[in-house]
Antibody, heavy 120, light 111 residues
Framework: QLQLQESGPGLVKPSETLSLTCTVS??????????CGWIRQPPGKGLEWIGT???????YYNPSLKSRVTISVDTSKNQFSLKLSSVTAADTAVYYC????????????WGQGTLVTVSS | QSVLTQPPSVSGAPGQRVTISCTGS?????????VHWYQQLPGTVPKLLIY???NRPSGVPDRFSGSKSGTSASLAITGLQAEDEADYYC???????????FGGGTKLTVL
């Protein structure tokens, strides 16, 4: 059964870079058409798509975040990574990684999410 | 303000049927892009409920159904149960923005 788990610092200072890792277990991301998406949810608010990466390395970013986002893949570790630079309090959210069924498709399964707070 | 508009809240009594709408435009739902639905129980991770407009993943009760017409989609829940109380989100693709988009979410209250 495919499982995803996010990891990374829960507290980031303003203007610094948020870095998260999504570790996939129960399957090899390099053995199939594997897309991984990052989605975030500010406390008490809705879901926002951040971006998606294909296991080969092709990326798709939300234009509203594109200048600050980098998503990468490490197939040897079965991991995806998210970096968001120049963070502000508005970037405080629960960050989820999820398998995407195809480019701009549905997300399933999701990781358990990790809360990242931006504060000095 | 999301490009996919959902009512902020809906409610119904146990056993009743409720529907949640997701209204888009000609650059997303109206352009033929699929709509997917997620259920987020309080304090939990979003769970895929409907994919490709009408399909239920294994394990999702057939009380949940999806439909799509024109620039809108709907999620219907029949035989409402207390455990259905959750936030529901629709998702699609918008070609003018080149993004996956989520609706603003609808809070379902079971009376």
């Amino acid at each position: 059964q495919l499982q995803l788990q996010e990891s990374g610092p829960g507290l980031v200072k303003p203007s610094e870079t948020l870095s998260l890792t999504c570790t996939v277990s129960g399957g090899s991301i390099s053995s199939s058409n594997y897309y991984c998406g990052w989605i975030r949810q500010p406390p008490g608010k809705g879901l926002e798509w951040i971006g998606t990466i294909y296991y080969s390395g092709s990326t798709y970013y939300n234009p509203s975040l594109k200048s600050r986002v980098t998503i990468s893949v490490d197939t040897s570790k079965n991991q995806f990574s998210l970096k968001l630079s120049s963070v502000t309090a508005a970037d405080t959210a629960v960050y989820y990684c999820a398998r995407e069924a195809g480019s701009f498709s549905w997300f399933d399964p999701w990781g358990q999410g990790t809360l990242v707070t931006v504060s000095s | 303000q999301s490009v996919l508009t959902q009512p902020p809240s809906v409610s119904g009594a146990p056993g009743q049927r409720v529907t949640i709408s997701c209204t888009g435009s000609s650059s997303n739902i109206g352009a033929g892009y699929d709509v997917h639905w997620y259920q987020q129980l309080p304090g939990t991770v979003p769970k895929l409920l409907i994919y490709g407009n009408i399909n239920r993943p294994s394990g999702v009760p057939d009380r949940f159904s999806g439909s799509k017409s024109g620039t809108s989609a709907s999620l219907a829940i029949t035989g409402l149960q207390a455990e259905d109380e959750a936030d529901y989100y629709c998702q699609s693709y918008d070609s003018s923005l080149s993004v996956s988009v989520f609706g603003g979410g609808t809070k379902l209250t079971v009376l």
